[in-house]
């Protein structure tokens, strides 16, 4: 079955602190796509990142980094230097070959940062 | 290039009615998804369209159906609307079909009285 835990609920920071959200996920699969998107008070979702499961590299891109690390079904996002305009909803997301563009999403962690 | 848009972006429906959403894709995106999202339930999978084919279904009730036109259009109908169906119902259209990045419409928020 598949499933994605954002263990963290709400996370607050002050502006240029760092911040890490946690991703854990369960797919029976060997060949599967991990995603997170930003949700900013407008609604919007705002795609960040699409990985599949045989890359294992961190990517980093400007202030964001990923980190996926497939022992430990983990797909953490890590914000460097956080500003304001970081404050939204972030969504961790899985989606497995065959199944089309579904995703199954985490519950969400709010982020607020605050200046 | 446009986004993909939804209308309407607010409704208020009595219970018992029924509601068409509609979406239009990012152009040249032929794969059109839904999703429903509510503080209790979060975002969940409704359907997905490409080239007007339903391609997967979620685990919601027949009262949700969606269709694709051939220009990749998509709308989504509710009919004998519950007052649990109130949410942000969430479009988002992709290039391709299979675990693709998809990119999501502003949403219509549907508050059901």
């Known amino acids: 079955a598949q499933k994605v835990t954002q263990a963290q609920t709400e996370i607050s920071v002050v502006e240029k602190e760092d911040v890490t959200l946690d991703c854990v996920y369960e797919t029976r699969d060997t060949t599967y796509y991990l995603f997170w998107y930003k949700q900013p008070p407008s609604g919007e979702l705002v795609f960040l990142i699409r990985?599949?499961?045989?890359?294992?590299q961190n990517e980093i891109s400007g202030r964001y980094s990923w980190n996926f690390q497939k022992s430990t079904s983990s797909f953490n996002f890590t914000i460097t230097a956080s500003q304001v305009v970081d404050s939204a909803v972030y969504f961790c997301a899985l989606s497995e070959v065959g199944y089309g563009n579904k995703l199954v999403f985490g519950a969400g962690t709010i982020l607020r940062v605050k200046s | 290039k446009a986004g993909v848009t939804q209308t309407p972006r607010y409704l208020i429906k009595t219970r018992g009615q029924q509601v068409t959403l509609s979406c239009s894709p990012i152009?040249?995106?032929?794969?059109v998804s839904w999703y429903q999202q509510t503080p209790g339930q979060g975002l969940q999978f409704l359907f997905e369209y490409f080239s007007e084919t339903q391609r997967n279904k979620g685990n919601f009730p027949g009262r949700f159906s969606g269709r694709q036109f051939s220009n990749s259009r998509s709308e989504m109908n509710v009919s004998t609307l519950e007052l649990g169906d109130s949410a942000l119902y969430l479009c988002a259209s992709s290039l391709k079909q299979d675990s693709y990045e998809q990119y999501f419409g502003p949403g219509t928020r549907l508050t059901v009285t």
């Open positions: 990985r599949n499961s045989f890359d294992e």
């Open positions: 152009s040249g995106h032929r794969s």
